[in-house]
């Protein structure tokens, strides 16, 4: 070719892959290059996953060197809301189904890494993923895109590795940018959370109410998860009645300390009818006399903490009901006669 000079930000190669999945790299150098009357420019292409990393050197002659890098563009990854050793298994999506690429990542100290790792030169540009803690939950096969799953009744009702986390693909969410090697992910949590804080009113002193045995009564607890959906969705009838975990008792402004303080995973869900009759979420049995804590509607909405503070009076039972972080949501009071 005739001599000349190659200028910043000039494509001077192209490589097609037809056989793997029809990539092509495009090779641009961020310098100027001469190329000389009588020398031999030799380009030298090193391709490798995630990034082609390109030498160029001018052989015999005289000695002329011209290092270049191409790469995806990386920025610095990071990773919270986890705990040390919480392990996510991410699948790659194809429409609204899993396919049978799946990884698992571990969470460590603000970030997380694979034995296993995933490149970008594995996706084409527009490629989805969904993240989904934790990695014991039940495996989704190739072509579907959900699990069967029960809120626990027993035990633990509140554990860790219960509370399903999904970051489904949507938007820029889980999505594989053009020239980027990073992906944003957003976790959700899927399933509801209930939280029930007991206080003791008038005609009770605190240690009267260390005896209350405290149960959810009509939740639906089993369901299917959708992890490119990011949703759970409740199936079959409701639980009658299960006790839920004991926690440490929380501070409530301008209540205090609860006696005691409670809480369960359950599937989201409405419980009950706007103008029909009262359906009980809760009961407090203490001293053989059991109240009943009954709602007229209430949604327990995905990824809301619904808060109950009951307190119970020689009169009368008092509840009132808030959303609590996880997310913010709309809440209600009911006071029970």
Same mark, same amino acid.
């Given at each position: 070719m005739q001599p000349q000079t190659v200028t910043t930000g000039s494509n001077i190669v192209v490589i097609d892959f037809p056989l793997v999945g029809n990539r092509q790299y495009k090779l641009t150098h961020d310098a100027n290059i001469v190329y000389k009357?009588?020398?031999?420019?030799?380009?030298?292409i090193d391709i490798k996953a995630s990034d082609l990393k390109v030498s160029v050197s001018v052989t015999d002659w005289t000695s002329q060197m011209h290092n270049l890098f191409l790469s995806f563009a990386e920025a610095a990854a990071s990773a919270s809301g986890f705990e040390n050793g919480d392990q996510i298994k991410f699948y790659k999506v194809s429409g609204s189904n899993v396919t049978s690429a799946q990884t698992i990542?571990?969470?460590?100290?603000?970030?997380?890494?694979?034995?296993?790792?995933?490149?970008?030169?594995?996706?084409?540009?527009?490629?989805?993923?969904?993240?989904?803690f934790s990695a014991d939950l039940p495996t989704v096969a190739s072509g579907a895109s959900t699990f069967p799953w029960v809120c626990k009744s027993t035990g633990v009702t509140n554990a860790h590795k219960d509370?399903?986390?999904?970051?489904?693909?949507?938007?820029?969410?889980?999505?594989?940018?053009?020239?980027?090697?990073?992906?944003?992910?957003?976790f959700q949590h899927v399933l509801s959370k209930v939280t029930i804080n007991l206080f003791n009113g008038a005609g009770f002193t605190a240690s009267d109410l260390v005896p209350s045995v405290i149960k959810l009564t009509n939740f639906k607890l089993s369901g299917t998860v959708n992890v490119v959906a990011g949703t759970a969705t409740?199936?079959?009838?409701?639980?009658?009645?299960?006790?839920?975990?004991?926690?440490?008792?929380?501070? %409530?402004?301008?209540?205090?300390?609860?006696?005691?303080?409670?809480?369960?995973? %359950?599937?989201?869900?409405?419980?009950?009818?706007?103008?029909?009759?009262?359906?009980?979420?809760?009961?407090?049995?203490?001293?053989?006399?059991?109240?009943?804590?009954?709602?007229?509607?209430?949604?327990?909405?995905?990824?809301?903490?619904?808060?109950f503070n009951i307190t119970l009076a020689k009169t009368e039972l008092q509840i009132s009901a808030t959303v609590a972080p996880w997310l913010n949501g709309t809440g209600g009071s009911i006071i029970i006669q």
């Open positions: 009357a009588g020398e031999i420019t030799n380009l030298i990542y571990t969470y460590n100290n603000n970030a997380i890494t694979s034995t296993s790792p995933w490149f970008r030169d594995d996706f084409q540009t527009g490629e989805k993923l969904t993240g989904v509370d399903i986390i999904i970051a489904a693909p949507s938007g820029t969410n889980g999505v594989i940018n053009a020239g980027s090697a990073n992906v944003s992910l957003n409740p199936t079959g009838t409701a639980t009658a009645s299960f006790s839920p975990t004991s926690i440490t008792p929380n501070t %409530v402004e301008g209540k205090g300390t609860a006696v005691a303080s409670y809480q369960a995973l %359950v599937m989201p869900q409405v419980i009950g009818t706007v103008g029909g009759s009262k359906t009980a979420i809760a009961t407090i049995t203490l001293n053989g006399q059991t109240y009943n804590a009954e709602i007229e509607s209430y949604n327990f909405k995905a990824g809301e903490n619904h808060v």
